[in-house]
């Protein structure tokens, strides 16, 4: 009897250590079970730190895709100011453009033109015009104080007035050099009565001692001038020729 309860102790102990090693099946689905919410856990929480990634991403597409709508705010006075400055300049530059172009359109139909011969010249009245243009002539100035030039061209059948004869004896006299034709428009006769541009009687181009020519003393208000090789008589207020020799230098 005594063999028998030994021989059942050793099995009992043998058997044990297996019985504590095999798993319990209600254990292993916990444990699924906590392994399967970690994960849910873990893909949770990864979502979280994404979602406001791309709310901010959408955010600035949202922010990028809408037009930039400036605040409608009332201009100020200063903005009207430079506004309107802005328009005066347009309107001048505008009104420049088209004394250019003028000024263009004048400059090629001079040059087509073919220049006439001088005795046609004196006939033709050149065009009155505010701007200084080729081929035309000054506005005549009207004051009830200007009295008229009293001239006559009787001098040349006086003998002390033979320039002729003076100049053929005293060349280097009349030859005065190159002339500088202050607005560049070239030689073109002038006839008495014409009224030249101001620039054309200025100071260096008077006739400083006419006697030295053999040419009458100019009156008073008047100047003896050169126009390239012409000897001018002009009346200093109006620019109007009183008298003129042609070719009177060399």
Do not use: C
């Not at 250019?100 to 011969?117: A, G, H, I, M």
């Not at 050149?126 to 506005?139: E, I, M």
């Not at 006086?158 to 050099?177: A, E, Q, T, V």
């Not at 002009?234 to 620019?239: A, L, P, Y």
Request: glycine fraction near 4%.
């Amino acid at each position: 009897m005594r063999k028998v309860l030994i021989s059942l102790l050793l099995a009992s102990a043998t058997a044990s250590p297996a019985l504590a090693q095999r798993p319990n099946e209600s254990d292993r689905e916990a444990a699924r079970a906590e392994r399967q919410q970690a994960r849910e856990d873990r893909q949770s929480a990864r979502e979280e730190r994404s979602a406001p990634v791309q709310h901010e991403q959408s955010s600035r597409s949202d922010r990028s895709e809408r037009p930039n709508v400036e605040p409608s705010n009332p201009p100020t006075v200063d903005t009207l100011r430079q506004r309107q400055q802005l328009q005066v300049e347009r309107l001048q530059r505008v009104e420049q453009r088209n004394d250019r172009l003028q000024q263009v359109r004048d400059d090629r139909e001079l040059r087509q033109s073919t220049r006439p011969l001088p005795n046609v010249l004196h006939t033709r009245v050149p065009v009155v015009s505010n701007v200084p243009r080729p081929g035309t002539q000054p506005p005549l100035r009207v004051e009830q104080n200007h009295a008229p030039i009293q001239w006559s061209s009787n001098w040349r059948n006086n003998s002390r007035y033979d320039w002729k004869n003076h100049r053929h004896h005293h060349h280097s006299l009349f030859h005065l050099g190159l002339y500088y034709d202050p607005f560049g428009w070239g030689y073109q006769p002038y006839s008495i009565g014409w009224r030249m541009w101001p620039g054309y009687y200025r100071s260096n181009y008077w006739l400083s001692d006419p006697w030295q020519y053999r040419l009458p003393y100019a009156p008073p208000g008047t100047r003896w001038i050169r126009y390239y090789n012409d000897a001018i008589l002009i009346d200093m207020w109006s620019g109007q020729v009183v008298d003129v020799i042609y070719n009177f230098f060399w």
